[in-house]
């Protein structure tokens, strides 16, 4: 479990030492400057942590905090190419940093060594910024040619982040860096239908890993006497609600999975429909018949063993893979990764870069002080980190300073910062607290 002075020394580490390196392997900083790359990446840093909407102003009065005088036309004219390849450098000293917290205190997480959960998101940039990284494109003429997407891991057990890997706008989710990343012994990996590949899911099981995913609906399907099946067509088959059968997956790979489905009511199925023809309209495409079809249930399927883990249980579990998208909903709406007031390309992505380390920091303050309590809430929890940054801010350069401003946070985070039950439409910790034990081996 990590401590408050591993995470202290790890945000001085990489908000000073690293920063300054980086700045001079960049060409960031040429001479000796009060403004270096530790002022410079702590200021942009802890002053868009602060308040995401910081004028220029406002970013000036937080270097002054770390003893920095600047102007905002002199800070303004730091944001340059080699100012983002520097801050891009810090936020990817910033990932390295693998930190974990204390199991949250949910049982049926710890039946698996970990429950890693990949999603992506996209920024959509200025279309200035496309040869730094490319959009999709699209039928209009701007506001599509620039895009980063953000691909991150979390593991939803000991809230350990991997990412945000930067990659193009453009590129699928099946050639995420995640993909290629090891899943250990007896965890659990979930990700939607975007990362699907037998290669990958057959790669997890070789290394003792387990995989709970959607099927995709193309993929042939072999029943328990060898018959090939489409999804669609074995459930049509299905006289019953639930399903839980031995299958395999793939004309070449045949690999072993349970098939899992149950029933939707009928007004649950026709919401699935419309909202996948609207989703498709958008991006002026239709849908399958088959992917309609399969809208009638729920479907998944995992290598995880029915001793381990029921068809009931799968089905909650499956659910955690939103917890994700929390994560992702706390940087944009909170933390407002993808805002800016400036219409300067590099200023921009520099802001970028920085709020995205701002969000790392941040996580890493959640880990110490709320991770293991399942009621936490991550929105009340980062409010309250706000209003102590300018405590990290004049503790910045002393790791025990650094760490006497976290205790302070743990402290305040201790007594709030807990979601409040629900029982008409239960959170998902609630859904998973209720399961019953039972299964454990």
Not at 167 to 179: A, C, I, N, V
Not at 225 to 232: A, R
Not at 391 to 398: D, E, K, M, R, T
């Amino acid at each position: 479990m990590v401590t408050i002075p591993q995470v202290a020394e790890a945000m001085q580490t990489v908000l000073t030492t690293t920063a300054d390196e980086v700045a001079r392997e960049t060409e960031f900083v040429q001479r000796k400057s009060k403004m270096g790359g530790a002022a410079f990446a702590q200021t942009l840093t802890f002053g868009w942590l602060e308040n995401p909407q910081a004028t220029l102003e406002e970013l000036c009065q937080t270097a002054a905090a770390l003893d920095v005088t600047i102007t905002p036309q002199g800070l303004d004219q730091r944001f340059s190419a080699s100012a983002a390849q520097c801050l891009q450098k810090v936020l990817e000293a910033a990932v390295d940093e693998v930190i974990a917290s204390e199991p949250v205190a949910i049982p049926i997480l710890q039946r698996f060594n970990g429950v890693y959960l990949d999603d992506s998101s996209t920024v959509t940039l200025p279309d200035e910024l496309a040869e730094v990284w490319q959009g999709c494109g699209g039928s209009t003429e701007k506001g599509m040619s620039a895009a980063l997407k953000l691909q991150v891991r979390l593991d939803y057990a000991q809230g350990t982040l991997r990412g945000p890997f930067l990659q193009h706008g453009k590129t699928q989710d099946r050639k995420s860096p995640l993909q290629q990343m090891p899943v250990a012994a007896r965890s659990l990996r979930i990700a939607d239908l975007g990362y699907w590949s037998l290669a990958v899911l057959e790669r997890i099981a070789d290394q003792g890993g387990y995989w709970l995913s959607r099927v995709q609906v193309q993929t042939a399907i072999y029943d328990p006497h060898g018959k090939k099946w489409g999804p669609v067509e074995l459930l049509r088959t299905m006289t019953h609600t639930e399903l839980d059968m031995p299958v395999k997956l793939g004309v070449q790979r045949r690999l072993p999975a349970r098939l899992l489905a149950v029933r939707l009511p009928q007004e649950v199925a026709e919401k699935r429909r419309r909202r996948l023809r609207e989703e498709a309209r958008s991006r002026g495409q239709t849908v399958s018949k088959r992917r309609l079809a399969l809208a009638d249930w729920n479907t998944f399927v995992t290598n995880v063993p029915v001793e381990l883990l029921s068809l009931h249980e799968a089905l909650v579990l499956a659910r955690t893979r939103w917890q994700i998208e929390l994560i992702f909903k706390l940087w944009k709406s909170h933390g407002e990764i993808d805002e800016w007031r400036s219409r300067k390309p590099w200023r921009i992505l520099c802001e970028v870069y920085s709020k995205l380390t701002a969000m790392v920091v941040q996580h890493w303050i959640l880990l110490i002080c709320c991770w293991r309590y399942p009621d936490r809430s991550l929105f009340k929890a980062a409010q309250t980190i706000r209003k102590h940054v300018m405590n990290l801010v004049c503790a910045a350069n002393s790791t025990q300073e650094l760490s006497k401003a976290l205790e302070i946070i743990q402290r305040c985070l201790l007594v709030g910062c807990r979601i409040n039950k629900r029982k008409t439409k239960p959170h998902t910790y609630q859904l998973l607290m209720s399961l019953s034990d039972g299964g454990l081996t």
